[in-house]
């Protein structure tokens, strides 16, 4: 049974960083990312909130083609709000596959400092572009916007402030069959 575990969190608490490295530590899984979609469209950055739905329209599709193939996925997004998700653990409930929400959860400081230090030293193309629409001071907001989804049965939180491999230890063994 594959699975499609969705990282959620907010912006700088390292969804990419951790999805890089699990794709790298597990051998056949694949990682969609939203925001590389987004930001491949001409639409994009013109008209935002048209262009954020056309690529989670197209991350969904693929999702979809890779779980149907039998692979594992892993999506790296920002979701506040349950409408994305929800599309997600439909495409996993049609795949028979397994859905996994994970929110990293970071303290507002290290948000901070976090979207500052990318500010300075972008690591991705799009990082550029979405600073535009974040910044450094908007951490407590951020983190406030999650509350509900952590609050939600089912979605695990984890502790994404030490290490990169010792969050990986975590989702181990939350992705254990």
Request: charged share 25%; aromatic share 4%.
């Amino acid at each position: 049974m594959p699975t499609l575990l969705l990282l959620n969190g907010p912006p700088g608490v390292g969804k990419s960083t951790v999805a890089d490295a699990l794709v790298r530590s597990r051998p056949g899984w694949v990682a969609v990312s939203v925001d590389e979609v987004k930001h491949a469209l001409p639409t994009w950055p013109a008209e935002p909130i048209r262009s954020g739905l056309a690529a989670r329209d197209t991350a969904a599709s693929r999702v979809a083609e890779l779980l149907d193939r039998g692979q594992d996925v892993v999506v790296d997004q920002y979701l506040a709000r349950q409408d994305f998700v929800i599309v997600l653990e439909r495409v996993a409930r049609d795949a028979d596959a397994r859905f996994l929400e994970v929110v990293l959860t970071v303290d507002e400081a290290t948000v901070a400092q976090r979207l500052g230090r990318r500010r300075r030293r972008p690591t991705r193309a799009e990082q550029v572009e979405n600073d535009r629409f974040v910044n450094p001071g908007d951490a407590a907001a951020l983190l406030a916007s999650l509350a509900a989804r952590r609050a939600e049965p089912g979605v695990h939180r984890v502790d994404a402030s030490g290490p990169v491999a010792q969050t990986l230890r975590v989702l181990d063994a939350l992705l254990a069959p």
